[in-house]
C-alpha cells in the first residue's frame, strides 16, 4: 500500500506539488485566523452566586443567605465544589464543576435552582456573576483626572466608557472599581423632626407619595392615539427640599426644615488608589471564555482610544494591565525558540548532508508540517499559545524525511549510470518506508496518552500533544507524498564524496565501535551501571507541580488588623505606592491597589484586605535586581518590614487561577475546619506555630475570624409593647442608620438612588444612637428605652466549603520542591498539631495536580511502553528484535535525569511529558539501524560484520535523527524570556534523552544485536 502510494505520487509529480501550492494557501489562512492566548485555560468552570443583604453584618448573612444558597445548589450533576464567603452585607457562594462540563448549562442549572430560594425580606434576589474564566480579566484602564471628583468620574465611567467597551465583540462584563456611587441623600435631623410633630413614617410617606409617574394607557382621537403619562416626580434638589410633610397641626412644614437634602454616596465596599497620587476609579474588562483574548484586547485598546477623543480634555483613560503584552511576549518567545531551533536543525542537515539541495528538502518539511497543523488547530479549537507552539521540535519533524533523502542520496550514486533515477528513487523511497513510518507512528502514539490526562495538567499539555500530533501527521503525509517528488527533481546522480563532518564522525566513530564488539560484556556492564546510578540520581529530584510562570508582573495580597477604616486603609496603601516608587523606579513601571470589592464581586474582599498590582519595566531597564525571582525577594523583604500587614506574593494570573480553582491565593493552603470561631482561631494560631518551623515555607498569613467590632441593638420586646411599639417599627427606624432607599432621582440620562437616612452625629458616635426618637401611639420614645445598644466582637467574614466553616492558612514557599514542603508539614502537623473532636485539617495546592497528574502517569506510561513495544513487534515480528530496538528508552531515562539533576531542576508534570515524549523518540534510530542489520543478514552477511556495516553504514542518519531532535530543542532549554520556564524542564529531558539514547544506539545496540543473537543461536 505504502509503495503504491510512493508510485502513485511520483507517477503524477505535477499533481502533487499543486495539491502542496494549495495546502499552502490553507494553511497560511489558518495561520491568520487562529486565536491567540498566552496559555490555555486551566480553572475549572465554575458559578459565582452574589447576594446584596445590605446592613447585615456576617454572621446573618451566614445565617440567613449563605446556607439557603449553599443548601438550594447542593446535589446538582457535574458539581464537584462548594465554597462560599459571607461579609457585611455581601455573600458570595461558588459552584465549581467538572472539567468538561458546560457553563452555559451549568449556569442555566444554578439559575434554576435559585428561583426556588427563599430569602428575608430587603434581601435582593441572588444573581450570577460574569460569565468569564480564570484568564477572563484581560485589560484594566484607570480614569486619571486632577481636578474632578471621585463621584465625577464614576458617572464618567459608567454613562459614557463602560456601554462602550461593552459593544466590543468577546467582552463578558465591565466592571467599576474605586470611586463614590452618587446618590441623593435626605438626611433628617431627628430632634427638629421631634420638636416639629413630625416622625420618620411621615417623612417616608411624603416622598413616596410625592415622588411618582405612572402611565395611563392610551387615548385615542379621531385617528390618532395618543399615551397618557402622568409626571410626579421631583425633578431638583430644591423641589425636594420644598416638598410639604403631611401632618397634624396647622403649620406648614417642608421637608428642607427638618432635613438636609444632600449629594452624597452609597456605602463603599471597595475602592482603588494607584501610583502613589490618591484614589482613582478603575475599569476591569472580563471576556468570555473560549475566545480570542489577544484580538478582544486590542479591539479594546483602539475603541478605548475613540472613547478618549469623547471625554474632556483633563480626563485621561491609562492603560495599565492589556493581556496583548503579556500574550505578544510569550509569542515573542515561542517564535524565537522554533527560528532557532529551525536555523539548528537546518544547520545540521547541511553539515552532515553535505548536498545544499537534498538539506533543503528536509528543511521544507519544517514549514509545510506546521502549516498542515496549523489547519487541524483551527479545526479541533486548538489556540496558538505558550503550550501548543512552544513545545515542538522541528528535529522530530524532519527525522522521517533525513532518512528518506540520505537513503535516495546514497542509492543515486551508487546507482549504474543506465538506471532510471525516478526509479530509483521510487526504490530508495520504498525501502525505508516501513520502518520510518513506524518509527513516526510510535513518535504519534506516545502522545496519546497525554490526552488522557485531566484536570489542569490535562488543560496545559493536551494542546501540545494535539499540535505535536497534528505537525507529525503532516510530516508523515510529506515523507510520503511530497518528499520522494522533489527528490526525484532535485538530487543528480553525481558521484558526491561523503561531507568532511560525516568522514570526521566516521573516523572517530569506527575506533569505538571495533573496542565496543570486541568487549560486548564490559559495554554491557557499564550500561547497566549507569541505569543504575540514575535510578537513584532520580530520588534526591524535587518535585513540583508545573514552574511557575513569570507574567512580568507581581501582586502582593495585603491583610491588616479587621475592622479598620477604609480611609486608614487607602491612606497606607498610598503610602506604600510611593515607597515602592521610590525604591524600585528602574523595575516598576505602573502600580495600583485594589480594596475591598469592585462593584461587580469578581473578586470580593473586605475592607482590611488590598492586592497590590506591580507592572513591570523591561528587564534591560533594570539597575537593582536582574531576575524576578530576585525582585520578589527583595518585596519579600521590603513587606516583612512593614508593621501590621501580613503578605502574600503571587502574579496577576495564577493569583486569579489558585482563587478560582482553590479559594487560594499562594501555592500552598492549610484548611482547618471547626464551628466554633474561637476555637478554630485559636488552633489556627497553633497550626500557625507548627508550620513555621517547616523548611521551605518562606511566610504564613491566615483569616481574622475575629476583630470587626459591631453596633449590635437587642430590641426589648416587653418594653416596646409598652411603648405601643413592634419589634419592625423599631428596626425601621435603625435602617436609617445606614439609609433606607425610597426611588430613584433623575438627572438626564443619570440615575441616582434617593436615600433616606439620620444625620451624621448619630453615625459617627454608636452611644448616641440610644437617642435617636421614635414616635409611638403614647409620644415620643428614645430608642434607648426600647432597645439594648452595645459593641461587641465579630467575625469579619465567614468562610465555608460544603457547608462547614473553616479557617485557611496561606503558605509562601522559596522552593522549587513543593512535594517535600507539604510531605514535612503533613508530618510536622500529624506529630505537634491535636485537632479537637470535629476539627480536621487539610492541606490543598497545585500540588493535588502533580499527585492527580503522578497517579494518572502510573497508569499511562505502562500503557504507553505497551502500546511501543506492540509496534515494534508488528513491525519485525520477533520479540528479540523488539527488546533490542527497546533497549534505547531505560537509556533515553539516564540522559533525562542527568540533565535534570545537571541544571538543578525539579521534577515536573512538564519533564513527565518530556520523558514520555522520549519513549517515542529513542527507538527511531534503533528501528532504523535495526532494519539494516536485518537487511544485512537477509543477504547472507554474518552477523558480526552485518552489524559493523550497518553501524557505519547507518551512523550518519542515526547521529543526523538525534542531533536534530536535540537541537530542535535547545533554544528552549537556554531561553530566559517571558513563557520559558514551563518550556524549560520538557526540553532538558529530550535533549539529555536524545543524546543517551543516540549514544545507546551506536554503541550498546550493536553490542546487544552481536550477544541476542549469538544467545539465539546457542
Not at 516501513?434 to 496518552?449: A, D, K, N
Not at 549507569?530 to 495585603?558: K, Q
Not at 491566615?702 to 430590641?715: A, K, P, S
Amino acid at each position: 500500500m505504502l509503495k503504491k502510494l510512493i508510485d502513485l505520487c511520483l507517477t503524477h509529480r505535477p499533481v502533487v506539488l499543486l495539491l502542496t501550492l494549495i495546502s499552502i494557501a490553507f494553511g497560511l489562512v489558518s495561520l491568520r485566523d487562529l486565536p491567540f492566548d498566552a496559555f490555555p485555560e486551566t480553572a475549572p468552570p465554575l458559578v459565582n452566586v452574589n447576594t446584596l443583604a445590605e446592613g447585615l453584618s456576617a454572621e446573618e448573612v451566614e445565617l440567613q443567605v449563605t446556607r439557603r444558597v449553599e443548601q438550594s445548589i447542593s446535589g446538582m450533576p457535574g458539581l464537584v465544589h462548594v465554597r462560599s464567603l459571607s461579609n457585611f452585607g455581601f455573600s458570595q457562594v461558588t459552584a465549581v464543576f467538572e472539567e468538561d462540563a458546560d457553563l452555559l448549562t451549568s449556569r442555566q442549572l444554578v439559575a434554576e435552582r435559585l428561583a426556588s430560594v427563599t430569602l428575608p425580606e430587603g434581601v435582593a434576589r441572588p444573581s450570577l456573576g460574569p460569565m468569564s474564566s480564570g484568564l477572563g480579566e484581560i485589560f484594566q484602564y484607570i480614569l486619571v483626572s486632577p481636578g474632578r471628583s471621585l463621584a465625577e468620574l464614576r458617572v464618567l465611567h459608567d454613562y459614557q466608557i463602560r456601554p462602550r467597551l461593552l459593544s466590543v465583540p468577546g467582552v463578558a462584563e465591565v466592571n467599576t472599581w474605586g470611586g463614590h456611587e452618587p446618590q441623593i441623600e435626605i438626611v433628617v435631623d431627628p430632634h427638629k423632626l421631634r420638636a416639629r410633630g413630625r416622625t420618620l413614617g411621615q417623612i417616608e410617606d411624603a416622598l413616596r407619595d410625592n415622588h411618582l409617574s405612572v402611565g395611563g394607557g392610551l387615548i385615542t382621537e379621531s385617528s390618532e392615539s395618543m399615551t397618557v403619562h402622568g409626571r410626579g416626580r421631583l425633578t431638583s434638589l430644591k423641589a425636594l427640599a420644598e416638598l410639604p410633610v403631611a401632618g397634624e397641626g396647622v403649620a406648614m412644614l417642608r421637608l428642607g426644615d427638618v432635613a438636609e437634602i444632600r449629594r452624597g454616596h452609597a456605602l463603599r465596599r471597595g475602592a482603588l488608589t494607584a501610583f502613589g497620587n490618591g484614589e482613582h476609579v478603575m475599569g476591569l474588562v472580563f471576556a468570555l471564555p473560549g475566545q480570542n483574548t489577544r484580538a478582544i484586547a486590542q479591539h479594546l485598546e483602539a475603541r478605548l482610544s475613540q472613547i478618549q477623543t469623547d471625554l474632556p480634555e483633563d480626563v485621561e483613560l491609562r492603560v495599565v494591565y492589556n493581556r496583548t503584552d503579556l500574550i505578544d511576549q510569550i509569542l515573542e518567545t515561542v517564535r524565537n525558540n522554533l527560528f532557532e531551533g529551525a536555523l539548528l536543525v537546518i544547520a545540521i542537515l547541511f553539515v552532515l548532508m553535505g548536498n545544499l539541495r537534498a538539506g533543503l528538502i528536509v528543511a521544507l518539511a519544517i514549514p509545510l508540517s506546521m502549516l498542515f497543523a496549523f489547519n487541524l488547530m483551527l479545526k479541533f479549537g486548538v489556540a496558538g499559545s505558550l503550550m501548543s507552539l512552544g513545545a515542538i521540535d522541528f528535529g522530530l519533524l524532519v527525522d522521517s524525511s533525513v532518512i528518506m533523502v540520505e537513503n535516495a542520496e546514497r542509492r543515486l550514486a551508487e546507482a549504474p549510470t543506465d538506471a532510471d533515477p525516478l526509479e530509483v528513487v521510487r526504490d530508495a523511497a520504498a525501502e525505508v518506508r516501513r520502518p520510518t513510518l513506524f518509527g513516526e507512528l510510535i513518535i504519534t502514539s506516545v502522545y496519546l496518552p497525554i490526552l488522557a490526562l485531566e484536570g489542569v495538567e490535562g488543560a496545559l499539555f493536551r494542546p501540545m500533544a494535539l499540535t505535536m500530533i497534528f505537525a507529525l501527521l503532516g510530516s508523515m503525509l510529506l515523507s510520503l507524498t511530497l518528499t520522494p517528488v522533489l527528490a526525484s527533481y532535485l538530487l543528480t546522480r553525481r558521484q558526491r564524496p561523503e561531507p568532511w563532518a560525516a568522514r570526521q564522525l566516521k573516523r572517530l566513530y569506527t575506533p569505538v565501535l571495533d573496542r565496543a564488539l570486541s568487549h560486548r560484556w564490559p559495554v554491557v556492564a557499564i550500561g547497566l551501571g549507569c541505569l543504575i546510578a540514575a535510578g537513584a540520581l532520580s530520588t534526591t529530584l524535587g518535585a513540583r507541580f508545573i514552574p511557575r510562570l513569570e507574567e512580568r508582573a507581581i501582586t502582593a495580597n495585603t491583610v491588616r488588623l479587621a475592622g479598620v477604616s477604609l480611609n486608614e486603609t487607602l491612606r497606607y496603601g498610598t503610602r506604600l505606592e510611593t515607597h515602592l516608587k521610590s525604591e524600585f523606579p528602574n523595575e516598576i513601571k505602573h502600580i495600583w491597589t485594589r480594596t475591598g470589592t469592585g462593584e461587580v464581586a469578581t473578586d470580593p474582599m473586605g475592607l482590611e484586605v488590598s492586592d497590590i498590582f506591580i507592572m513591570l519595566h523591561p528587564r534591560s531597564r533594570w539597575t537593582r535586581v536582574s531576575t524576578q525571582e530576585e525582585l520578589t525577594d527583595e518585596l519579600r523583604t521590603f513587606f516583612e518590614n512593614v508593621p501590621g500587614l501580613r503578605t502574600t506574593l503571587s502574579q496577576p494570573i495564577e493569583l486569579r487561577i489558585n482563587e478560582l480553582s482553590s479559594g487560594l491565593r499562594s501555592e500552598l493552603g492549610i484548611r482547618l475546619f471547626g464551628d466554633d470561631l474561637e476555637v478554630l482561631r485559636d488552633k489556627g494560631q497553633e497550626l500557625m506555630a507548627v508550620l513555621a518551623g517547616v523548611k521551605g515555607i518562606a511566610s504564613l498569613s491566615t483569616e481574622q475570624l475575629l476583630g470587626q467590632h459591631v453596633v449590635e441593638i437587642n430590641v426589648d420586646h416587653e418594653r416596646a409593647i409598652r411603648a405601643g411599639l413592634s419589634a419592625r417599627e423599631v428596626l425601621r427606624a435603625v435602617e436609617l442608620i445606614g439609609g433606607r432607599p425610597l426611588g430613584e432621582y433623575y438627572e438626564g440620562e443619570v440615575r441616582l438612588p434617593l436615600v433616606l437616612r439620620v444625620n451624621e452625629p448619630l453615625r459617627q458616635q454608636p452611644e448616641l444612637l440610644e437617642e435617636l426618637p421614635l414616635t409611638g401611639p403614647q409620644g415620643p420614645v428614645m430608642l434607648g428605652e426600647v432597645a439594648r445598644v452595645s459593641v461587641r466582637p465579630a467575625p469579619a467574614s465567614l468562610n465555608r466549603e460544603w457547608g462547614q466553616r473553616r479557617l485557611l492558612i496561606q503558605a509562601e514557599l522559596q522552593t522549587d520542591d513543593v512535594l517535600s514542603v507539604v510531605h514535612a508539614a503533613r508530618k510536622a502537623v500529624d506529630e505537634h498539631f491535636d485537632a479537637p473532636p470535629g476539627y480536621h485539617v487539610t492541606f490543598s495546592g497545585q500540588f493535588e495536580n502533580y499527585e492527580r497528574a503522578r497517579s494518572r502517569l502510573f497508569v499511562l506510561i505502562p500503557l504507553t511502553l505497551l502500546l511501543v513495544l506492540t509496534l515494534l513487534y508488528l513491525t519485525y515480528g520477533r520479540f528479540s528484535d523488539m527488546l533490542r530496538v527497546f533497549s534505547g528508552v531505560p537509556f533515553a531515562a539516564v540522559g533525562g535525569v542527568v540533565a535534570l539533576w545537571g541544571r538543578d531542576l525539579p521534577f515536573s508534570i512538564s519533564a513527565a511529558v518530556g520523558f514520555v515524549a522520549l519513549m517515542g523518540i529513542a527507538v527511531l534510530g534503533d528501528i532504523v539501524l535495526v532494519s539494516t542489520i536485518r537487511g544485512l543478514t537477509a543477504r547472507g552477511i554474518p552477523t558480526l560484520d552485518a552489524v559493523r556495516q550497518a553501524a557505519l553504514m547507518r551512523v550518519r542518519p542515526v547521529l543526523m535523527t538525534g542531533l536534530v531532535a536535540a537541537l530542535g530543542f535547545l533554544p528552549m532549554a537556554m531561553s530566559t524570556g517571558v513563557g520559558a520556564e514551563v518550556q524549560r524542564p520538557l526540553a532538558t529531558v529530550v535533549i539529555g534523552g536524545v543524546l543517551t539514547s543516540t549514544l545507546s544506539t551506536l554503541v550498546v545496540l550493536p553490542v546487544l544485536y552481536v550477544i541476542f543473537t549469538q544467545t539465539r543461536r546457542s
